[in-house]
Nanobody, 124 residues
Framework: QVQLVESGGGLVQAGGSLKLSCAAS????????MGWFRQAPGKAREFVAA????????TTSDSVKGRFRISRAHTNNTLYLQMNSLKPEDTAVYSC?????????????????WGQGTQVTVSS
């Protein structure tokens, strides 16, 4: 049974930084592409960033481009999301997800394994 567990969320002031981690157990993350999504109260789940299986290609949403960066460490089976210059509108529950495919995917329906999420709150 594959499990994804996020950590690193919290409360931060606008302009601050946080680094989220997504640790996998029961499976080598190096066999799949991964992504980060977020969901604010009353809103639909939103794509944030994705990375291919090899970790050589990434894509990010326009709303976070230049501020967030996705990366992965095959050595410790962990996915990361470095978030800089945070804004109040970045407040949401952030979840990592794994897809059975190898490339870059933005649709939640392309992902079949999800973590429980970690809360990020940015105060103004």
């Amino acid at each position: 049974q594959v499990q994804l567990v996020e950590s690193g969320g919290g409360l931060v002031q606008a302009g601050g930084s946080l680094k989220l981690s997504c640790a996998a157990s029961g499976r080598n993350l190096g066999t799949t592409a991964m992504g980060w999504f977020r969901q604010a109260p009353g809103k639909a789940r939103e794509f944030v960033a994705a990375i291919n299986r090899a970790g050589t290609s990434i894509t990010t949403s326009d709303s976070v481009k230049g501020r967030f960066r996705i990366s992965r460490a095959h050595t410790n089976n962990t996915l990361y999301l470095q978030m800089n210059s945070l804004k109040p509108e970045d407040t949401a529950v952030y979840s990592c997800a794994a897809t059975p495919y190898l490339g870059l995917y933005r649709a939640p329906s392309d992902y079949n394994i999800w973590g429980q999420g970690t809360q990020v709150t940015v105060s103004s």
